[in-house]
């Protein structure tokens, strides 16, 4: 973030990105000069797609560290645009931003809602998914093996460890550590979007019986739940984590919005 002139016309932005509509925003900032924009990226994901501003990877120590990061780089508007599931981050910005004393947006997409057809066990966290496929899912038996479809990430799966009975595809951008699998597990690599017809092969290629996946909400992942509803296949859907409140746009338009009028406030256009 390079002070483009002593007077500081543009309005500095940082998104804390990990979303698809961090993407998108950025892209729209890019061109626009009015905006000196930065997308932070927590450095999960090993191959991040090229993005239209610059980036950084890391953490940042805490709230405490992200608040003096504001503050030495003079960010004037802060965007929380991480996953729906990035709960820790989230409340590290909703504190910096307090710390700092900036402007915070979060942008937090729908979730996803069941409809007519859908046949979703709702459940609070991944060890509720993990018991529910072989509890309230597994019949008289709680241990009745199952073909079970995991789209959580690479970084979640330890609860499903302690079922191993059942056999796992497991789907996610980059590989998972192989010491974390569970036995009889099968590594897809995959990042959305996807289509129904590509998830309706999936299912059946690997004769899926059941699939557990967070509420992320989105367009980019939804096709496997359109796809278990038209074959009939029962879903464990983790819940979002609470987040503590927030200023909320549902979409990068509304961000943009946001972000529009909080330069005309700063720089009394």
Same mark, same amino acid.
């Given at each position: 973030?390079?002070?483009?002139?002593?007077? +500081?016309?543009?309005? +500095?932005?940082?998104?804390?990105?990990?979303?698809?509509?961090? =993407?998108?925003? @950025?892209?729209v900032?890019?061109?626009?000069?009015?905006?000196?924009? *930065?997308? =932070?990226?927590?450095?999960?994901t090993r191959s991040p797609r090229p993005q239209p501003v610059p980036v950084r990877r890391g953490g940042f120590g805490g709230a405490s560290g992200l608040a003096e990061f504001l503050r030495a780089e003079?960010?004037?508007l802060l965007i929380d645009a991480t996953h729906p599931f990035a709960a820790r981050m989230s409340g590290h910005a909703v504190e910096a931003a307090a710390l700092a004393g900036?402007?915070?947006?979060?942008?937090?997409?729908?979730? $996803? /809602?069941?409809?007519?057809?859908? +046949? $979703?066990?709702?459940?609070?966290?991944?060890? =509720?998914?993990?018991? &529910?496929?072989?509890? &309230?899912?597994?019949?008289?038996?709680?241990?009745?093996?199952?073909r079970v479809l995991l789209t959580v990430g690479q970084k979640e799966l330890a609860p499903f460890c302690d079922t191993p009975w059942?056999?796992?595809?497991?789907?996610?951008?980059?590989?998972?550590?192989?010491? =974390?699998?569970p036995p009889h597990a099968t590594f897809l690599p995959g990042a959305g979007p996807f289509t129904v017809e590509a998830e309706r092969r999936l299912?059946?290629?690997? &004769?899926?019986?059941v699939i557990v996946t967070k509420n992320s909400g989105g367009l980019a992942t939804v096709a496997k739940l359109e796809a278990a509803r038209e074959l009939g296949l029962? /879903?464990?859907? *983790?819940?979002?984590?609470?987040?503590?409140? @927030?200023?909320?746009?549902t979409d990068s338009s509304g961000a943009l919005r946001w972000v529009l009028a909080r330069h005309e406030a700063l720089r009394g256009a």
């Open positions: 973030m390079d002070d483009p002139s002593p007077t +500081r016309i543009l309005t +500095r932005i940082l998104i804390l990105g990990g979303s698809t509509e961090a =993407s998108a925003l @950025a892209i900032l890019a061109g626009d000069e009015r905006f000196d924009v *930065v997308l =932070s990226l927590a450095g999960a003079a960010v004037d900036l402007p915070l947006l979060r942008i937090e997409r729908p979730a $996803w /809602v069941a409809g007519e057809g859908d +046949r $979703w066990t709702p459940v609070p966290d991944m060890e =509720s998914a993990a018991r &529910a496929l072989g509890g &309230a899912l597994g019949g008289a038996s709680g241990e009745t093996p199952r059942h056999r796992y595809v497991i789907r996610s951008i980059d590989p998972p550590d192989p010491a =974390s699998l299912l059946r290629e690997h &004769a899926i019986e029962p /879903v464990v859907m *983790v819940a979002r984590p609470a987040l503590p409140p @927030a200023e909320t746009a």
